[in-house]
């Protein structure tokens, strides 16, 4: 699904990323994770396409994304923070991102889902920041694509949209979607993710899944793995 090979990325004088290598079969959710400043954003954006490596590749779909924009229809991205126009209602921002995307979508379902009704009608500047995570959800998953890039989904919902997400994204995986999620909410990861991804300092120290991570690291719970993960080092 994605195949990232010897990625590097300076900002300056600054390397955010060193000879990074990353295996992310499809089907399952994986959590990227590592403290401010690890990579993780970098590398998110340089699969995107958002970002351009000074070195390396990146093949999402079997297919290189040099020069290649199209592969960028078969992701749906949730940015960390939604900058949405606010005079624009919510429901002429949903059907601009339709004709943007010209593709089939169950905005509907989410809609109802997220209780959103009562508020299609409203500016996008008027909403709550909760709000406008859900909005920011809907926009995301009402397409189907085979790939789903998450950065920090859960920021504003409350426990009952947060149930809601957490379902919405199992009914994804078992529809064998593949999900990339960006948190630093571990008991979150914890419950949802299939195995996690690592950085610090721009390099991949840890791959697999939690149950792996805890018995490397010697630790009972999922917290003091990843506060004692930076003491480690592995092969991605």
């Known amino acids: 699904m994605i195949e990232v090979d010897n990625l590097h990325k ?10 990074l290598d990353l295996r992310i079969e499809a089907g399952g959710i994986f959590a990227v994770l ?5 990579g993780k954003t970098t590398l998110i954006k340089s699969i995107l396409g958002m970002v351009v490596p000074n070195k390396g590749s990146i093949s999402v779909l079997g297919k290189s994304i040099r020069n290649n924009w199209k592969y960028r229809q078969e992701i749906d991205y949730l940015p960390q923070i939604a900058n949405f126009p606010g005079n624009l209602k919510v429901k002429e921002l949903i059907r601009m991102i339709k004709d ?9 379902e989410l ?4 209780m959103l009704e ?3 009608d409203k500016k996008l500047g008027t909403l709550s920041g909760g709000t406008k995570q859900k909005v920011n959800i809907v926009l995301t998953f009402m397409f189907d694509s085979p790939l789903i890039i998450l950065d920090e989904p859960t920021t504003g919902l409350d426990p009952a949209s947060l149930i809601k997400l957490k379902e919405l994204l199992l009914k994804e995986k078992n529809n064998g979607k593949t ?3 960006t948190t630093h909410i571990m008991q979150f990861v914890e419950e949802m993710a299939d195995g996690i991804v690592y950085l610090l300092e721009g390099k991949i ?3 697999g899944t939690i149950k792996e991570l805890m018995a490397k690291t010697e630790q009972n719970d999922f917290e003091h793995a990843i506060a004692a993960i930076s003491t480690y080092t592995t092969d991605a």
């Open 10 to 19: 300076k900002f300056g004088k600054n390397q955010v990323l060193s000879q």
């Open 34 to 38: 590592g403290p401010n400043g690890s």
């Open 100 to 108: 943007l995307r010209q593709k089939a979508s169950n905005e509907h």
């Open 111 to 114: 809609i109802r889902l997220f």
């Open 118 to 120: 009562p508020f299609l």
């Open 179 to 181: 999900i990339l999620i």
């Open 205 to 207: 120290y840890f791959k």
